[in-house]
Structures are given as C-alpha cells and as structure tokens.
C-alpha cells in the first residue's frame, strides 16, 4: 500500500471516529461516569499498586471510548437512514407507506414519518382534485355562457339584417332572444349563489318558523306556474300550529327550486307537498307525477351542470345548478336531500328539518 493511500485510509477512520465521537457526545456522561464510579470502587477494593491502577484506568477508559464510538457509529448510521428516506419523500421515490422502514429500535419515529408521509399525500391527491374541479367547472360555465349568448347574437344580428321588417319573423326573434337572455340572468344567479356558497359566504340564520303559513305562502306564489302547464299544485293539510326550525330565506330557494323542477319536469298530473312530521323532526316531500329520471341519472343530479337531457333544461330555463345550490343547503341545514323516483310515473325529493 503506497504511504499516501494509508495516510488517506488512517485519516478517513480517524475522521469517522471523530464524527462518531460528536454524535454519541450526548452519552458521554452516562458512560464515563459509571466508568469512572466503577474504577474506583475498584481500587478501593483491591487495593492496587500504581502500576496496576494506571493499567485499570487505561483500560476502562479505552473501554468507555470504544463503547461510545460504538454508539456513536449507530446513531450516525440511524440519522442517515432517516435522512435517506427523508429526501426520498422529498424526491417523491415512495409510492406506499410500506416503502418506509427504520428498522426495530426507531419504530415510534417510523410511524410517525408513515403517518407524515400519509398525510402529505392526501393533501396533493386534494389539492390535485380541486385543481381538476377547478377546471373542469370553469370549462363548464364558459360553455354554458356561449350557449344563450351565441343565441342571443344570432337573433340580433338576423334582425339587424332585415328580419327586423319580417313581421312573420321578428317578434317571435326578439322573443326568443328575450328568453336567452332570461336563462342568462338565471345562470348568472345561480352561479353568484353557488360561489358565495361554496367559498363559505353562506350565512344561516336558523329560527322556528310556522310551516303551513310558510307553505301556503310560497303556493300562493308558484301556482302559476303550474296553471301555466294545466298541472295542479296543491299543499296537502299540515296542522295549523306545527313549527320548523330553519332559515326561512334559504329554505324557500330549496322549496322554489324543487317545485319549479317538479312543473318544469311534468307534463300532466300534479305537484303535491306533503309534510309529515314524527317525534323530533318534520319532513317535506315534493311530488310529482311528470317523467321521472333513471336510477343512473339519480347518482349525478346533484353536480354541478349535470341535466339528464341538456336540451330539454334549457328550453325550460334550467341552468343544471338548481340541485347543487339545494344539496348544499339542506346540508347546511344538518340534514340530507333524499330522492325516489320511476321512469315515467314520477319523482318525489325530501328533506328532513328540526321541529
Ligand atoms: N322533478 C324532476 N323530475 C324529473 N327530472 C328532474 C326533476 N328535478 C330535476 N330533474 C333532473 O335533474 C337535473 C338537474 O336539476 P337542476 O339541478 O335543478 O337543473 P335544471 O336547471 O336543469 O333544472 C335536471 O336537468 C333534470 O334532468
Ligand atoms: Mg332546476
């Protein structure tokens, strides 16, 4: 071995007892001293000649040392698994929590790493899911803001290109812009609500409130709609006394909007809203003997845009975000919008209040 290599060799060692040394340093007392108490004891008993305490002395010494070195050389081969791992995470090399060992003595820390580790990549499988919602919703709103407005540019600018004159054509062209530009403003408010809703803007204001008052109120103000349709609305007897506990205002746009989906949705038949009512809580029920939707349909009704038939929510001044903004609300409310329905025979959605 050339002297240069050995020299190399020897200060690399001496370099990793060193290192060893200042990583076992916390140890230090606690085996140097019983060393030490050991030592003495020793000499008190066996009454030594010098020779022979210095020989004692050097070797528990030499003793003492080489144990911390041993427990230097662990901790340091410890703290470097640790830190492996660590940069593993970071580089994103683990797939599974199975992925990280410490080994036998470190299993506390191992679990608290795994459960790190667990943590962190929820919140990225999160935030990557709202980046997905994020967009795909944006998506959906400038698409479903090109609809009405492209109709609404394709009257005008027939009109302005002479059907203005057309008395066949014109009224019923400004008509059907009119209602473009309905379903816009519909769309606008809905979409206001369900932001404000869904970054937590929502304020409640829960109170009891008398439900058959409430009811017939908000008959009285949807029956047109209903008689519009030749469809009948009808509320049926809630005792007169029975209170609810809710807010009111947000209540009434759950009410509105299942109501106005039940006449959109039939053709013939009736609306009906029943309440029943048991121990500790009531129930409303909206009715409705129109076209029902599928069993496939029901799991998507309430996303956001989702309509079994595009078209047909259009025509009838739907936005697809009617049961979103509802589901939000009853939840809001501690309870859970419910749902039956059969193709062609009817649906009845439901909710249950505090009474
Ligand atoms: N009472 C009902 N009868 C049949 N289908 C309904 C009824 N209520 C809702 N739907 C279906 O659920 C879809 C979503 O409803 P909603 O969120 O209110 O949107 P829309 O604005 O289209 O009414 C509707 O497009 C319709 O297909
Ligand atoms: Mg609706």
Do not use: C, W
Request: charge should be positive; aromatic fraction near 8%; avoid cysteine.
């Amino acid at each position: 071995m050339k002297p240069l290599k050995a020299l190399d060799i020897g200060l690399r060692i001496l370099n990793s007892i060193k290192e060893n040394f200042v990583s076992a340093r916390i140890f230090l007392p606690s085996v140097l001293i019983p060393a030490l108490v050991l030592y003495l004891l020793l000499i008190f008993f066996f009454v030594l000649s010098i020779i022979q305490s210095l020989s004692l002395f050097f070797l528990l010494l030499i003793s003492a040392l080489v144990i911390l070195n041993l427990i230097g050389l662990k901790h340091r081969k410890e703290i470097s698994t640790i830190r492996n791992i660590i940069n593993s995470i970071r580089n994103n090399k683990f797939s599974s929590t199975d992925e990280i060992k410490l080994g036998e003595y470190l299993v506390e820390l191992e679990g608290e790493i795994k459960s790190m580790f667990f943590r962190t990549q929820n919140d990225i499988a999160n935030l990557q899911k709202l980046e997905q919602v994020r967009t795909e919703f944006l998506g959906n709103v400038s698409h479903e803001l090109r609809t009405p407005i492209f109709a609404i540019q394709g009257y005008l600018e027939t009109l302005l290109d002479g059907a203005i004159n057309d008395s066949k054509v014109n009224l019923n062209f400004l008509k059907k812009a009119n209602h473009h530009t309905s379903n816009l403003s519909n769309l606008l408010n809905d979409l206001i609500d369900i932001s404000m809703i869904e970054s937590g803007q929502m304020k409640m204001s829960f109170r009891y409130f008398n439900v058959q008052e409430y009811l017939k109120s908000l008959i009285t103000e949807l029956e047109p709609h209903a008689l519009a349709k030749n469809l009948v609305l009808e509320l049926h007897p809630v005792k007169n006394n029975l209170q609810f506990f809710g807010d009111k205002e947000k209540l009434k746009q759950v009410l509105v909007n299942l109501v106005m989906n039940a006449i959109k949705y039939t053709e013939k038949g009736k609306v009906e809203i029943i309440v029943t009512e048991d121990d500790k809580t009531g129930k409303i029920k909206i009715k409705d003997s129109g076209i029902g939707i599928s069993e496939r349909d029901l799991e998507r009704i309430f996303e956001r845009f989702y309509r079994v038939d595009k078209d047909r929510s259009r025509e009838v001044g739907g936005t697809g975000l009617g049961l979103a903004i509802v589901k939000h609300i009853i939840d809001a409310h501690g309870s859970k919008i419910e749902v039956m329905s059969k193709l062609g025979i009817g649906t009845e959605f439901s909710f249950s209040l505090k009474k």
